[in-house]
């Protein structure tokens, strides 16, 4: 297949980015059989571009079992036809690509299923064989006792027997997925021509799932070994070698510091997920505290220019609190998931509105941090109409429902026969599709979408958000969380109340002096900075976002 | 190199011309005489150039024009342009549109330091006034000359009442033709004017290249200057087709104000453009307009379009066209306020898509008859004199409104005042 160059020429696009993760499962089903597919995507790609995100991250649509969402790949070179075709996806790529819309995809490379032909050539191969040696193995379950389990409701161990293959093996998530031997060049070669598959068809990008698990060694976690960095770049020389304008992105759930070395000397990955932040963001609001948000960025150490945080409030998975301590996550579990059934693992399975009791001006408030902290937002199909969740589908299905589009049969998702869906619908008077959906609120100026189609309009036009630097005022009131952004000459205060009541807070902006805030939603000058303490009272949940610009004309 | 936007007997030329020093692309009807002229005009070029002059109908011997125009050192090479495009009946703007397309393409090609773009006839014209948008681009390195015309009481309407203003607003630079169309361009410009195009273009957004020359080169910070080049000859107006002028021309403005709105969100005030050679002040001229006919149109337009207009203008100015149309019968006095307002609030909604955008910017027509009702009733007692004061009191109008601009595009809600 020719190489197809990238979509965009700015080499730093992702930057600027406002990425919008979705299944395919979940958003459209153009064939009525229940299942969301990729002609359906397409037919739902001008509501993106209306939207104003700019990067489609598409969640594992390849061929596989099932027994983990697609997690559990059994082939990397091919599209599962429930949702379509190679030619579908080529398609739906070419409609992204002519709105100007990035695309990123999975790249599911620690582990595969236990289905993938090559496991199943690995487990009957004879010990020591090339084709055995593309996992690992070991004749007892008792190597790697350091290395924690990460699904703990569900695996006691990180080894399962096979008795095929008459050895333990190792996976780090559940047991239908063995890890993939990376110590093996031939892993590391077949890895990379998936890569360059899905590279040469033109995705922008690709997010590698469970990085810092692709190594282990006795003695040792087996998480961010130094091995597995050489694999990484590696895989980034593979890519700055062939291809233009495309981004790596880590899903390393670790401590900021943990995470800082994947992106190397800018010559591993683009971008990573900021995952402790986020557990934070709720623990702030929930404590009325900034301190929780300020003291991990505090931790945050500064990356290579041209690499960038990913931030996000939500996602497919459970809200994890693995990176928080054991009091936190305590508080965590009684604040926002009372009802057990809202665990899982170490985390809480439901989805934003829930999470904050449906109340509109938590939901502003968590998204006009996410969109003006550092580093590029990530959105959850969804969440931009406030869809509720259904916490009794098991696993994480219950962020992973179909999406709202109207009040018709199905959400609008479907016109299959409704037991027919892949999963059901929300249907409740709360959160049900009749209440919540895009028509509706498409038709309603005041809704959240149009909230967060202005929001995101607006942050697009400062690039400040995307590039600039961080710096936290700390005001005597702890329940304000304020912070100026700057970039190239753009300066932006941005002022939050994490409060459910409203608060005064001065801010020593002495250093400023002269400056006039410019409130950005209404572009409503406020009264000019000078050396005394500059007073704000906001509204429960408040919060500005102020242009401070000098007084003279340019 | 944009070879699609090179007409196709253009690149069917002698293979020895692959590069020159200067374009120059004459759209207007000049005659042979007139070209000449033109050509004179490039004596007064300091240094050696190679120029080629696009026209429709070369030159007969270009021979003869190259010995007697060029200066020493210098070459002249006339090749025929079919500039008009593939349809001989496509609308002026258009026409233009696909002209300076091509001249900016051939540009490109030929590797030429600049060109420039002659459409119009000027009135009592010296044979430099050509020359004069090209000598900023050669001796003094500038990206856009845009032309300073005598001003005129009752021509150049559309550009007094909202193009002037309007993009020395967004984009701060003080340019009296922005739209041109006779232009001075660099090769510098034209690039990037021809890869907006391309990008405008693949989302099927209507652009004109003259649309985007002010935006760019004020946000790029290009070198911008302006010239004195005399009176032009304006074209007699067609206003029983007036709102297809007005989707035409307003449509790419307003596609580019979309484009470029991390920009001019930025922009405050605007700055003076340095301008050369000599102003012409302007002459006593009747308005020719049928006042009467204009102001009845505009009442027309409240009581039937009224249900459009309310898809586009908040309550209070809809509440202030009624009282407008309440006057007695020839008096519309639009204040500047309201007219910049109203501009702005069109802009939002061709962004907006609230409606089709042609149907849209048509639906505008008897608005800007109002207005030209108001200004042609201030300016018949007052004189030629104050034509440029009062169009300097409206820009000032359209500055001290940018924030209602900034702040409806930004929260476009429909709960407005």
């Given at each position: 297949?020719?190489?197809?160059?990238?979509?965009?020429?700015?080499?730093?696009?992702?930057q600027?980015?406002?990425?919008?993760?979705?299944?395919?499962?979940?958003f459209k089903?153009?064939?009525?059989d229940g299942?969301?597919?990729?002609?359906?995507?397409?037919?739902?790609m001008?509501?993106l571009?209306?939207l104003?995100?700019?990067?489609?991250?598409?969640l594992?649509?390849?061929?596989?079992p099932l027994?983990d969402?697609g997690?559990?790949?059994?082939?990397?070179?091919?599209?599962?036809p429930?949702y379509?075709?190679?030619?579908d996806?080529?398609?739906?790529?070419?409609?992204a690509?002519?709105?100007?819309?990035?695309?990123?995809?999975?790249?599911?490379?620690n582990?595969?299923?236990?289905q993938?032909?090559w496991?199943?050539?690995?487990?009957?191969?004879?010990?020591?064989?090339?084709?055995?040696?593309?996992?690992v193995?070991?004749?007892?379950?008792q190597?790697?006792?350091?290395a924690r389990i990460?699904?703990t409701d569900?695996?006691?161990?990180?080894?399962?027997?096979?008795?095929?293959?008459?050895?333990?093996y190792?996976h780090r998530?559940f047991?239908?997925?063995?890890?993939?031997?990376?110590?093996n060049?031939r892993v590391?070669?077949?890895?990379?021509?998936?890569?360059r598959?899905?590279l040469?068809m033109?995705v922008d990008?690709?997010?590698?799932?469970?990085?810092?698990y692709?190594?282990?060694?006795?003695g040792?976690s087996?998480?961010?070994?130094?091995?597995?960095?050489?694999?990484?770049k590696?895989?980034?020389?593979?890519?700055?070698?062939?291809?233009s304008?495309?981004?790596?992105?880590?899903?390393a759930?670790q401590?900021?510091?943990d995470?800082?070395p994947?992106?190397g000397?800018?010559?591993e990955?683009h971008?990573?997920f900021?995952?402790?932040?986020?557990p934070?963001?709720y623990?702030?609001?929930r404590?009325?505290?900034?301190?929780?948000?300020?003291?991990?960025?505090?931790?945050?150490?500064a990356?290579?220019?041209?690499?960038?945080?990913g931030?996000?409030?939500?996602?497919?998975d459970?809200?994890?609190l693995?990176m928080?301590?054991d009091?936190?996550?305590?508080?965590?579990?009684?604040?926002?998931?009372a009802?057990?059934?809202?665990r899982?693992?170490l985390?809480i399975?439901r989805?934003?509105a829930p999470?904050?009791?449906n109340?509109?001006?938590r939901?502003?408030l968590?998204?006009?941090?996410l969109?003006s902290?550092?580093?590029?937002?990530?959105?959850?199909?969804g969440?931009e109409?406030?869809?509720g969740?259904?916490v009794?589908?098991?696993?994480?299905?219950?962020?992973?429902?179909?999406?709202?589009?109207?009040?018709?049969r199905?959400?609008?998702?479907?016109?299959a026969?409704?037991?027919r869906?892949y999963?059901?619908?929300?249907m409740?008077?709360?959160w049900?599709?009749?209440?919540?959906?895009?028509?509706a609120?498409l038709?309603d100026?005041?809704?959240?979408?149009h909230w967060?189609?202005n929001?995101?309009?607006?942050?697009?036009?400062?690039?400040?958000f995307?590039?600039?630097?961080?710096?936290?005022?700390?005001?005597a009131n702890?329940k304000?969380?304020?912070y100026?952004?700057?970039y190239d000459?753009?300066q932006?205060?941005?002022?939050?109340?994490?409060s459910?009541f409203a608060?005064?807070?001065?801010?020593?902006?002495?250093?400023?002096?002269?400056a006039v805030?410019?409130e950005?939603?209404?572009?409503?000058e406020?009264?000019?900075?000078?050396?005394?303490?500059y007073?704000?009272?906001?509204?429960?949940y408040g919060f500005?976002?102020?242009?401070?610009?000098?007084?003279?004309?340019? | 190199?944009?070879?699609?936007?090179?007409?196709q007997?253009?690149?069917?030329?002698?293979?020895?011309?692959?590069?020159?020093d200067?374009v120059?692309?004459i759209?207007?009807?000049?005659?042979?005489?007139?070209?000449?002229?033109?050509?004179?005009?490039?004596?007064?070029?300091?240094?050696?150039?190679?120029?080629?002059?696009?026209?429709?109908?070369p030159?007969?011997?270009p021979?003869?024009?190259?010995?007697q125009?060029?200066?020493?050192?210098?070459?002249?090479?006339?090749?025929?342009w079919?500039?008009?495009g593939?349809?001989?009946?496509?609308?002026?703007t258009?026409?233009?549109?696909?002209?300076?397309?091509?001249?900016?393409a051939?540009?490109d090609k030929?590797?030429?330091?600049?060109?420039?773009?002659v459409?119009?006839?000027?009135?009592?014209?010296t044979?430099?006034?050509?020359?004069?948008l090209?000598?900023?681009?050669?001796?003094s390195?500038?990206?856009?000359?845009?032309?300073y015309?005598?001003?005129?009481?009752f021509?150049?309407?559309?550009n007094?009442?909202?193009i002037?203003?309007?993009t020395r607003?967004l984009?701060?630079?003080?340019?009296?033709?922005p739209?041109?169309?006779?232009?001075?361009?660099?090769?510098?410009?034209?690039a990037?004017i021809?890869?907006?195009n391309r990008?405008?273009?693949?989302?099927s957004?209507?652009?004109?290249?003259l649309?985007?020359?002010?935006?760019i080169?004020?946000?790029?910070?290009?070198?911008l200057c302006?010239?004195h080049?005399?009176?032009?000859?304006y074209?007699?107006?067609?206003?029983t087709?007036m709102s297809?002028?007005?989707?035409?021309?307003l449509?790419?403005i307003?596609i580019?104000?979309?484009?470029?709105?991390?920009c001019?969100?930025?922009?405050?005030?605007?700055?003076?453009v340095p301008?050369?050679?000599e102003?012409?002040d302007?002459?006593?001229?009747?308005?020719?307009?049928?006042?009467?006919r204009?102001?009845?149109?505009?009442?027309?337009?409240?009581r039937?379009l009224?249900?459009?207009w309310?898809?586009v203008?908040p309550?209070?100015?809809l509440?202030?066209?009624?009282?407008?149309?309440?006057?007695?019968?020839?008096?519309?006095n639009?204040p500047?306020?309201?007219w910049a307002?109203?501009?702005y609030?069109?802009?939002?909604?061709?962004?907006?898509?609230?409606?089709n955008r042609d149907h849209?910017?048509r639906?505008?027509?008897?608005l800007?008859?109002?207005w030209?009702?108001?200004?042609?009733?201030?300016?018949?007692?007052?004189g030629?004199?104050?034509?440029e004061q009062?169009?300097?009191h409206?820009?000032?109008?359209?500055?001290?409104?940018k924030p209602?601009?900034?702040?409806?595009w930004?929260?476009?809600?429909?709960f407005?005042?």
């Amino acid at each position: 297949m020719a190489k197809r160059p990238g979509s965009t020429t700015d080499p730093l696009w992702y930057q600027n980015a406002i990425i919008y993760e979705l299944h395919v499962r979940a958003f459209k089903d153009s064939n009525a059989d229940g299942i969301g597919d990729f002609p359906g995507l397409i037919q739902k790609m001008d509501y993106l571009q209306d939207l104003g995100v700019t990067c489609m991250w598409l969640l594992p649509f390849f061929p596989s079992p099932l027994k983990d969402d697609g997690y559990d790949i059994s082939d990397y070179l091919n599209v599962h036809p429930m949702y379509g075709t190679i030619d579908d996806f080529r398609m739906f790529l070419d409609a992204a690509h002519d709105r100007g819309l990035q695309v990123m995809i999975e790249l599911v490379v620690n582990h595969t299923s236990d289905q993938h032909p090559w496991f199943q050539a690995a487990r009957q191969a004879p010990l020591g064989s090339p084709e055995r040696d593309f996992y690992v193995w070991s004749d007892t379950d008792q190597k790697y006792k350091d290395a924690r389990i990460i699904f703990t409701d569900t695996e006691r161990s990180n080894w399962t027997w096979d008795p095929v293959a008459k050895q333990y093996y190792w996976h780090r998530f559940f047991s239908h997925q063995p890890d993939l031997n990376f110590d093996n060049p031939r892993v590391v070669e077949e890895i990379i021509k998936v890569m360059r598959y899905w590279l040469d068809m033109g995705v922008d990008a690709l997010r590698v799932d469970a990085v810092p698990y692709l190594v282990e060694r006795d003695g040792t976690s087996c998480e961010n070994l130094p091995e597995t960095h050489a694999i990484v770049k590696r895989l980034r020389q593979e890519i700055d070698s062939g291809y233009s304008n495309r981004m790596l992105l880590a899903e390393a759930n670790q401590w900021p510091t943990d995470v800082r070395p994947y992106f190397g000397d800018g010559d591993e990955f683009h971008m990573a997920f900021h995952f402790p932040l986020m557990p934070r963001i709720y623990m702030a609001l929930r404590q009325e505290d900034r301190l929780p948000i300020t003291d991990i960025i505090a931790q945050t150490p500064a990356i290579p220019d041209a690499c960038q945080w990913g931030l996000f409030l939500r996602n497919h998975d459970e809200l994890t609190l693995e990176m928080v301590t054991d009091d936190e996550r305590d508080y965590m579990y009684l604040a926002y998931s009372a009802d057990p059934r809202m665990r899982i693992n170490l985390g809480i399975r439901r989805r934003l509105a829930p999470l904050v009791d449906n109340n509109r001006r938590r939901i502003e408030l968590l998204n006009s941090l996410l969109l003006s902290f550092p580093g590029t937002p990530v959105l959850y199909y969804g969440d931009e109409i406030g869809m509720g969740d259904n916490v009794y589908l098991g696993d994480r299905n219950g962020v992973r429902t179909p999406m709202q589009w109207n009040g018709d049969r199905n959400a609008g998702f479907s016109t299959a026969t409704p037991a027919r869906l892949y999963t059901p619908v929300i249907m409740d008077p709360v959160w049900g599709y009749e209440a919540i959906n895009v028509e509706a609120q498409l038709s309603d100026t005041s809704s959240l979408l149009h909230w967060m189609r202005n929001m995101i309009a607006l942050r697009k036009l400062f690039r400040v958000f995307g590039r600039g630097t961080i710096e936290f005022l700390n005001p005597a009131n702890r329940k304000v969380l304020a912070y100026l952004r700057r970039y190239d000459g753009e300066q932006v205060l941005c002022v939050a109340n994490l409060s459910r009541f409203a608060q005064p807070v001065d801010l020593d902006l002495s250093k400023l002096e002269g400056a006039v805030p410019v409130e950005m939603l209404g572009y409503v000058e406020f009264p000019a900075v000078d050396r005394q303490p500059y007073r704000l009272t906001l509204a429960p949940y408040g919060f500005f976002w102020l242009e401070l610009q000098q007084r003279d004309a340019t | 190199m944009e070879v699609d936007a090179i007409p196709q007997q253009t690149q069917e030329q002698p293979a020895q011309i692959d590069s020159a020093d200067l374009v120059v692309g004459i759209l207007a009807d000049l005659g042979q005489d007139g070209v000449l002229k033109v050509c004179e005009g490039f004596l007064n070029l300091s240094g050696s150039h190679r120029i080629v002059v696009l026209q429709r109908d070369p030159v007969g011997d270009p021979a003869v024009a190259n010995s007697q125009s060029a200066p020493e050192g210098s070459s002249l090479s006339f090749l025929p342009w079919s500039a008009a495009g593939p349809d001989p009946l496509a609308a002026p703007t258009q026409t233009i549109s696909i002209a300076c397309q091509s001249l900016f393409a051939m540009t490109d090609k030929l590797g030429a330091r600049a060109c420039c773009f002659v459409a119009s006839e000027m009135e009592n014209a010296t044979p430099q006034w050509v020359c004069q948008l090209l000598q900023p681009l050669v001796e003094s390195d500038f990206d856009l000359v845009a032309p300073y015309y005598a001003p005129r009481m009752f021509q150049g309407l559309l550009n007094s009442s909202i193009i002037y203003p309007l993009t020395r607003c967004l984009y701060g630079k003080r340019i009296h033709n922005p739209f041109g169309p006779d232009v001075g361009v660099s090769r510098r410009l034209a690039a990037k004017i021809l890869g907006a195009n391309r990008s405008n273009n693949g989302g099927s957004n209507q652009t004109h290249p003259l649309s985007l020359l002010a935006p760019i080169a004020a946000c790029d910070n290009l070198q911008l200057c302006q010239v004195h080049v005399g009176a032009r000859a304006y074209p007699p107006t067609d206003w029983t087709n007036m709102s297809s002028l007005l989707a035409q021309v307003l449509g790419p403005i307003f596609i580019e104000m979309e484009r470029s709105a991390a920009c001019w969100q930025r922009t405050r005030g605007s700055v003076s453009v340095p301008v050369h050679g000599e102003c012409q002040d302007p002459s006593q001229e009747t308005s020719g307009l049928d006042l009467n006919r204009m102001a009845e149109t505009f009442r027309l337009g409240i009581r039937d379009l009224q249900e459009i207009w309310s898809l586009v203008l908040p309550p209070a100015t809809l509440f202030e066209l009624r009282k407008l149309s309440r006057s007695t019968a020839d008096l519309v006095n639009m204040p500047d306020e309201l007219w910049a307002r109203i501009v702005y609030d069109f802009a939002l909604a061709h962004r907006l898509q609230t409606i089709n955008r042609d149907h849209l910017l048509r639906s505008m027509t008897p608005l800007y008859l109002a207005w030209i009702v108001s200004y042609a009733r201030e300016l018949e007692t007052a004189g030629p004199a104050r034509v440029e004061q009062r169009i300097e009191h409206l820009a000032l109008a359209y500055e001290a409104a940018k924030p209602y601009l900034i702040s409806r595009w930004r929260w476009p809600d429909r709960f407005n005042p």
